[in-house]
């Protein structure tokens, strides 16, 4: 996989679907690092109805401290979506093997996570506007990496 999305203890199951259906669609992975807010197990997505579930490529990891041993020993750079970051996604050069995380849709990540990260990425937004959703920011921000990663 030339790209990943790492989701951050998501909280609402419709928008992990819709992640998922795109990244399955794209050829991206998936990464969920637990605990999510709602029942992440096969059975319980397919019960759900998420289709696309045979074609995601979904690995789930136990908790942060599993998820970030894995990245590293992958040796894959931590590219965080933040709504407090500075730099802009299209100002940065996305490389082979990135894992793009996106923080849980109620709180983002704690802040020990987004100082581990290689580099914090915002989608800019309107004075005043809070934040985008989850998955609609993870659209973006699959769609100029592959851009730049599979011109
Ligand atoms: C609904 S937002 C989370 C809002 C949360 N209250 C916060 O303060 O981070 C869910 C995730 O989408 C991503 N996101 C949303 N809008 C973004 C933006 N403008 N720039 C970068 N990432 C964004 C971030 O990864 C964020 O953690």
């Known amino acids: ?9 998501p909280d ?5 679907g819709t992640i998922l259906r795109m990244a399955a669609c794209l050829g991206i992975g998936v990464d969920v690092i637990e605990p999510a807010g709602f029942d992440i197990s096969d059975r319980a997505l397919r ?3 998420m289709d ?9 990891h136990l ?3 599993h998820f970030d ?25 996305f490389g082979p093997g990135d894992v793009l995380l996106f923080g849980r849709e109620s709180a983002g990540v704690p802040d020990h996570v987004h100082e581990s990260a290689d ?4 989608i800019p937004m309107v004075e005043n506007a809070r934040s985008l959703n989850i998955a609609l920011s993870a659209a973006m ?8 990663l599979r011109p």
């Open 1 to 9: 996989m030339d790209l990943r999305i790492a989701l951050y203890q």
């Open 12 to 16: 609402i199951p419709g928008n992990t």
């Open 47 to 49: 019960r759900a109805g």
């Open 52 to 60: 696309y579930l045979e074609q995601a490529a979904l690995t789930r």
């Open 63 to 65: 908790d942060w401290t």
């Open 69 to 93: 041993r894995w990245r590293k020993s992958a040796g894959s750079r931590l590219v965080l979506f933040s709504t407090k970051a500075a730099e802009p996604y299209t100002s940065f050069s």
């Open 119 to 122: 580099a914090r990425l915002l």
């Open 141 to 148: 921000a699959a769609g100029e990496a592959l851009r730049q």
